[in-house]
T-cell receptor, first 114, second 110 residues
Framework: NAGVTQTPKFQVLKTGQSMTLQCAQDMNHEYMSWYRQDPGMGLRLIHYSVGAGITDQGEVPNGYNVSRSTTEDFPLRLLSAAPSQTSVYFC?????????????FGEGSRLTVL | RKEVEQDPGPFNVPEGATVAFNCTYSNSASQSFFWYRQDCRKEPKLLMSVYSSGNEDGRFTAQLNRASQYISLLIRDSKLSDSATYLCVVNGAAGNKLTFGGGTRVLVKP
């Protein structure tokens, strides 16, 4: 019973490097999203998607790209990593819009940018 | 002003006691409200939705006050396993974005 799977769980990058955080869900959810969580800041929405081929920006999209080529996958790309992107990243999905039901989260990806 | 504000705590609660805490939101057009629970270094999980008339789920009671723009969570007969951070979550009128509060940490002690 996989649910939402994120990889990698831990990553250390140097400033300027790029990488992709992977997110996959096996629940046939239309809505997928990426959040970052920083101490004292709560979870902040980076990007979200309401279905394959459709993406939109959240509260803090700068420095990140997303795509949604399939229902199952929603990768998050860091274009040129900066120390300010050190954070815990959570992917989350829901069957419909998140105001109508439960948002299911992955276990998180801890990213450190040196 | 943050869209969703919570007292970060921690609320130190004796086992068996009752604890309650609030969350205020700034967008009067908000339509949906939730409490999520997050254990240390884990992902958030839905605890309960909050309905206009208030609702109860076992030892947990959630209330919504639209006039004053806050929601509350009350935990009765606290268990050690209730120790966690409780996240207040509010959705705007569009329905496609949730806004999370910073969380209220609860520590239940024997």
């Amino acid at each position: 019973n996989a649910g939402v799977t994120q990889t990698p769980k831990f990553q250390v990058l140097k400033t300027g490097q790029s990488m992709t955080l992977q997110c996959a869900q096996d629940m046939n959810h239309e809505y997928m999203s990426w959040y970052r969580q920083d101490p004292g800041m709560g979870l902040r929405l980076i990007h979200y998607s309401v279905g394959a081929g459709i993406t939109d920006q959240g509260e803090v999209p700068n420095g990140y790209n997303v795509s949604r080529s399939t229902t199952e996958d929603f990768p998050l790309r860091l274009l040129s990593a900066a120390p300010s992107q050190t954070s815990v990243y959570f992917c989350a999905s829901s069957y419909g819009l998140p105001n109508t039901g439960e948002l299911f989260f992955g276990e998180g990806s801890r990213l450190t940018v040196l | 002003r943050k869209e969703v504000e919570q007292d970060p705590g921690p609320f130190n609660v004796p086992e068996g006691a009752t604890v309650a805490f609030n969350c205020t939101y700034s967008n009067s057009a908000s339509q949906s409200f939730f409490w999520y629970r997050q254990d240390c270094r884990k992902e958030p999980k839905l605890l309960m939705s909050v309905y206009s008339s208030g609702n109860e789920d076992g030892r947990f009671t959630a209330q919504l006050n639209r006039a004053s723009q806050y929601i509350s969570l009350l935990i009765r007969d606290s268990k050690l396993s209730d120790s966690a951070t409780y996240l207040c979550v509010v959705n705007g009128a569009a329905g496609n974005k949730l806004t999370f509060g910073g969380g209220t940490r609860v520590l239940v002690k024997p």
